[in-house]
């Protein structure tokens, strides 16, 4: 495989991409070339047949704590202007597979709006989230304010936004930013999120992707729009191999064997 300077790629299932943050020193703390290889390497896990989903995770002290700020704090409007500064830093959003976020630690600024770009989080207890932009004389860029808005709703976003305030894994629970708190030990979150990987990966790749997208669709159309796309795309399965034989497996009482066709 690529050899990549701050990330490591690894497959520790046949069907399951591990991509794991790889700045120590730095907290993980995102730049450019960081995302170039982050979007590289999963993009090229989202195009592998034999993948079925993909797990994100930093290391035990920070997931990521945020955009570098020493790359960032002598651009000038126009740097940032021209070059499209973070545009590509949100490719993630658009895999077609599903990325689960395994945070550890620090989530903060693009660290907590990376992991809010991934399908599901699950945080160790030492997780903290926040948007600590505000103390930097700025907000946040990598869609912070609009995904947690829809996640938390208005006044929990304002307060992370304005006050920069970091919250623990608990209230991160609470508040429904992570889907799950996973029990303490290093490395537990890794091997939980690995293992719903893997489980994705047992279905048929046809229909999990189709459940990603009718889920991301709730938070673009209407409910009226959503559920008639929802029922379309569910209509659709039925043209699928996949549809047949989890069905007729059922039926027959055996586990399905599916194609991914
Ligand atoms: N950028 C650059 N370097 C960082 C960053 C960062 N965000 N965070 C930590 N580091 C570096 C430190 O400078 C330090 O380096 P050195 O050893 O050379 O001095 C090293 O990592 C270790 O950090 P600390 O010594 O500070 O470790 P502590 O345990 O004392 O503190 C904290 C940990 C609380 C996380 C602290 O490091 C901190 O406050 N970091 C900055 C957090 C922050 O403000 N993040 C928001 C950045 S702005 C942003 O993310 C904009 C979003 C843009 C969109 C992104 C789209 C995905």
Known sequence: GTQYENILVSRPEPNVVLVTLNRPKALNALNSA???????ALAEADQDDSVGA??????EKAFAAGAD???????TYSDV???????????????????IAA????????????????????????????QPEINLG???????????AHTIGKSKTMELVLTGRNINAEEAERWGIVSRV??????QVVKEALSVAKLIASKSQIAVQAGKEVVNAAYELSLEEGLRFERRIFHGL????????????????RKPNFTHS
């Open 34 to 40: 960081l995302f170039k290889e982050l979007n590289k």
């Open 54 to 59: 993909m797990v994100l995770t930093g290391s």
């Open 69 to 75: 700020i020493k790359e960032m704090k002598d651009k």
């Open 81 to 99: 202007y021209k070059n499209k500064f973070l545009e590509n830093w949100s490719e993630i959003a658009n895999l077609r597979k599903p990325v």
């Open 103 to 130: 945070v550890s630690g620090f989530a903060l600024g693009g660290g907590c709006e990376l992991a809010l770009m991934c399908d599901i989080i699950l945080a160790s207890p030492t997780a903290k989230f926040g």
């Open 138 to 148: 700025v907000i946040p860029g990598g869609g912070g304010s609009q995904r947690l």
């Open 182 to 187: 996973v029990g303490e030990g290093e490395g």
């Open 238 to 253: 039925f043209a699928t191999n996949d549809q047949k034989e989890g069905m007729a497996a059922f039926a027959e009482k």
